[in-house]
Antibody
Framework: QLQLQESGPGLVKPAETLSLTCTIS??????????WGWVRQPPGKGLELIGS???????YYDPSLESRVTISADTSRNQFSLKLSSVTAADTAVYYC??????????????????WGQGTLVTVSS | EIVLTQSPGTLSLSPGERATLSCRAS???????LGWYQQKPGQAPRLLIY???SRATGIPDRFSGSGSGTDFTLTINRLEPEDFAVYYC?????????FGGGTKVEIK
């Protein structure tokens, strides 16, 4: 049974970098046709896609966050990570990691999310 | 960017009734690449439907998806108590991928 677990600080100061890691168990980050992504949800609001990565290194970032986001994968540890720089209070949210169906054609196409972690609340405050 | 508008914002129904949720796209969703998720309070979203009409693994057959182009529907037949939740649609037919704002299905 695939399980995803987010880890990282629950409190980040404004202007600093938010860093989270997702540990995958019961599956491999190097699986063909599966990507690994981050989705966040501000308190009381809807879902916001942050970005995703394929084990080959191909990434997708939402245009609204692209200038501040880096997603990386560590195949040896079966983990992937999120870094979001220059955070403000607007980045306060529950952050979910998730497995994403995708297809590796000429380029990687990113699809829907079929397994999710439980989520972790990150608060941006001084 | 494809904007997904979900309606109604809130749907008040009784157990046993049918729920019909709408997701309307500002442009045609390529290849019908649309998914639906269910989210209960304090929980992560759960994939219900992908490809507009394919049920995800383990999803009961009272959940069904339909539609194409710009208009998509999630139907829940015979609402069970555990079905009262928020539902989101997501399109992945074109970049950037986008989510709808959600429909809350509440007990009447």
């Amino acid at each position: 049974q695939l399980q995803l677990q987010e880890s990282g600080p629950g409190l980040v100061k404004p202007a600093e970098t938010l860093s989270l890691t997702c540990t995958i168990s019961g599956g491999s980050i190097s699986s063909n046709n599966y990507c690994w992504g981050w989705v966040r949800q501000p308190p009381g609001k809807g879902l916001e896609l942050i970005g995703s990565i394929y084990y080959s290194g191909s990434t997708y970032y939402d245009p609204s966050l692209e200038s501040r986001v880096t997603i990386s994968a560590d195949t040896s540890r079966n983990q992937f990570s999120l870094k979001l720089s220059s955070v403000t209070a607007a980045d306060t949210a529950v952050y979910y990691c998730a497995r994403q169906a995708c297809a590796d054609y000429i380029w990687v196409e990113f699809y829907y999310f079929d397994y999710w972690g439980q989520g972790t609340l990150v608060t941006v405050s001084s | 960017e494809i904007v997904l508008t979900q309606s109604p914002g809130t749907l008040s129904l009784s157990p046993g009734e049918r729920a019909t949720l709408s997701c309307r796209a500002s442009q045609s969703v390529s290849r019908g690449y649309l998914g639906w998720y269910q989210q209960k309070p304090g929980q992560a979203p759960r994939l219900l439907i992908y490809g507009a009409s394919s049920r995800a693994t383990g999803i009961p057959d009272r959940f069904s998806g339909s539609g194409s182009g710009t208009d998509f529907t999630l139907t829940i037949n015979r609402l069970e108590p555990e079905d009262f939740a928020v539902y989101y649609c997501q399109q992945y037919g074109s970049s950037p991928l986008t989510f709808g704002g959600g429909t809350k299905v509440e007990i009447k």
